[in-house]
């Protein structure tokens, strides 16, 4: 299985981004999709999951401004976000797995395949 995640950039507080995850290998879509990110000095949060059947779970946080949807045909996961805010910089990463339970869904140690990353930046 391999994870690409693209489209971080640096943006003005109250902007839009839409990141992208393009997975390969990684028959089916079954399990748990999910976004997490990590900023300095923090642990790696979960902020978004989508299982196989299009539920959605949200950080609370983000709740209301970020979106996370997937396109099967193109084996690519996305995260819209909008009116960003400086506490959501952070390196944003995709992870993939089958085996995740929904319970667990938000738990960064139960995934197994990972991006390397793509960073987002928001100034003030």
């Known amino acids: 299985v391999h994870v690409v995640e693209s489209g971080g950039d640096s943006v003005q507080a109250g902007g839009s981004l839409r990141l992208s995850c393009v997975v390969s290998g990684y028959r089916h879509w079954v399990g748990c999709l999910a976004w997490f990110r990590q900023g300095p000095g923090h642990e790696r949060e979960g902020v978004a999951v989508?299982?196989?059947?299009?539920?959605?779970s949200y950080k609370d946080s983000v709740k209301g401004r970020f979106t996370i949807s997937k396109d099967n045909a193109k084996n690519t996961l996305y995260l819209q976000m909008n009116s960003l805010k400086p506490e959501d910089t952070a390196m944003y990463y995709c992870a993939v797995d089958r085996m995740v339970a929904w319970w667990a869904r938000l738990l960064a140690n139960k995934y197994q395949y990972w991006g390397q990353g793509t960073q987002v930046t928001v100034s003030s």
């Open positions: 989508i299982s196989n059947s299009d539920t959605t």
